[in-house]
């Protein structure tokens, strides 16, 4: 399988991304959503902020960001040498003991927004020294993640996790110049994440991958919804459980790139995480006219965090995907490494069907 690494791999680091407040350091740049705007391929990145250089011992007061009327988000700073009552093992978030059993999110280690990059050859990026959209409180109090753009006709509608303190679900929102954009509002409630919507209508409907996250019986699983307008989504199908223990894909399974379109059916890219939380990307070809219907599937990893960046970051052994474009027979997947870089891996479509058997 010829997957051909970026040679200027990571394509962007959080050395490129300016803080969006002094106060704040940036933790990652990763998992971005992908569309192609005339000349430009345009990355809608994540960035992960956390404030910066604490004083030791004292416990700073948090910092407000985008305050609309009496609703704000506030960073909450965490210090493991004085908070003692947390569990810390988990870089990504604080987390204490459940009542019966299991472990509670406190709260998230870094507050994440949404920012465009944008470049002419795909490869070199700059990327905007400001926020495209930061969280509001009232609707993602907890920060925006894993963007994922689908264009439909002129405007692209992006899919993101609207991450609150009641639980994490998927919010809608749209645009058509990655300079205003418009929210939609909630369209999967807690707990899901991982939409990726088709980019056409099938068969007189949207369709969508999405991935809630049970908590008493099952395991994060692959669903097909579908919707007439994008917005009211129903008719869930499973499309995908995890494998049996010890697997790379026992412990979750979600969508990762928005289906690319190609002659021989769509092309999806997802993730799939062991037990231990490594992060590796599958591959699918379904039927053109009945997404559910699975032409092809690969049952070992398409792509695994194998390259030092890739091993090593601020969560690290993670090859995470939101957005591929299909151009010149190439299929070109932008992904998040370690969670806090950007990189590019690229593989020849005639490599895919060879691989796949079709
Ligand atoms: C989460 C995802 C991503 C992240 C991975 C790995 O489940 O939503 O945000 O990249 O875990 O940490």
Redesign the pocket.
Known sequence: MKINRCVYNPLLTPADVKPSDPRFQVDGV??CGVARCGKEIILLC?VAESVRQREEGKIEIPIVVNEEGKDRIATVVYDKRIQTQFDYSDS?SVFRKRPGGGKLTVNLTSLSHLRVARSEDGIHFTIDDKPSIMPIASQESWGM??PRITQIEETYYITY?AVTENGVCVSLMKTEDFVDFERMGIIFGPEN??VAIFPEKIAGEYVAFNRPVPFGIGMPSMWLAKSPDLIHWGKQELFLAVSGEGSWDAG?V?AGAVPVKTPKGWLVVYHA?DVN?R?CLGIYLLDPEHPEKVIRRMDVPFMEPLAPYEKEGF?GN?V?TCGALLEEETLMIYY?AA?DKICRADVALSDIWEMLGV
């Open positions: 990763f998992n994540r990504r993640e894993d996790s994440k991982d979750r979600g995480a939380d992060y969560f993670v995470f998040g969670d």
